[in-house]
């Protein structure tokens, strides 16, 4: 079964730091885009940032310069490492990649369960 498993959300104060991890598991023949979104209670998901198989990477205008998206192909996982974190950063954050499951099927988008981040002082 082909799962994304994240880690690493939790409480911190307004100015610190946290690392999220996301990590595929399964029957993976590629991956494509990997990329965290985030929903705050009323809100719609938003993107939040995203890297391609190569590297590039795409940030959204609230974090651009505050976070951090890496992946590391050989473990596929990818993490985001949020720095100089504010208090409208707090939501839920979800792990979303592109993974080839089946060898004459294309890429289908799967989603992890979401790891709740809370930024209060």
């Known amino acids: 079964q082909v799962q994304l498993v994240e880690s690493g959300g939790g409480l911190v104060q307004p100015g610190g730091s946290l690392r999220l991890s996301c990590t595929a598991s399964?029957?993976?023949?590629?991956?494509?885009?990997m990329g965290w979104y985030r929903q705050a209670p009323g809100n719609q998901r938003e993107l939040v940032a995203s890297?391609?198989?190569?590297?590039?990477?795409n940030y959204a205008i609230p974090v651009k310069g505050r976070f951090t998206i890496s992946r590391d192909n050989a473990k596929n996982t990818v993490n985001l490492q949020m720095d100089s974190l504010k208090p409208e950063d707090t939501a839920i954050y979800y792990c979303?990649?592109?993974?080839?499951?089946?060898?004459?099927?294309?890429?289908?988008?799967?989603w992890g369960q979401g790891t709740q981040v809370t930024v209060s002082s």
């Open positions: 979303n990649a592109a993974l080839r499951t089946e060898l004459r099927r294309g890429f289908g988008a799967y």
């Open positions: 399964g029957t993976i023949f590629s991956i494509g885009d």
């Open positions: 890297i391609s198989s190569g590297g590039s990477t």
